[in-house]
């Protein structure tokens, strides 16, 4: 019984182990999916995102009912699962550190924070320009 009891608690402790080591370390931007779009042809998040101009774009359009995701800095947008959206709701418009999981191009959130931009005077193309055109 006693070598069951130990058996048990292993394999407890390696499904902790295995699902904490599966979560992913990233770092990106939360936006929304229309500003997203419009830059999705840039190979990078940065070439597209203007840290002086992209919070008050992207809560716009979320307002708006455009719908929040994560962009990756290499430009990739996944969507968030509700409790996900929860957590990356109050970074809306910001370049932040996340771990999680993508599951199918959901992006589930263990935990966020918010890490500053690098300064740029303006995106290294016009699309920034182009997607606010709607403000």
Known sequence: MKRLLVGIAFLAFVAFVSKTACAEQMSGYVS???CASKGSKSAKASDW???K???????KC??????VVFVTEDNKVLKLNGDSLK?????????VSVSGKVEGGTLNIDKIASIK???????ANDVEDKM????
């Open 87 to 95: 957590k990356a709701l109050p970074h809306l418009g910001h370049r």
């Open 32 to 34: 929304d999916e229309q």
């Open 49 to 51: 995102i203007n840290p």
């Open 117 to 123: 931009m690098d300064a740029q005077e303006k995106p």
């Open 53 to 59: 101009a992209f919070e008050s774009c992207a809560q």
């Open 132 to 135: 606010h055109d709607h403000h």
């Open 62 to 67: 979320a307002k708006n009912g455009s719908g």
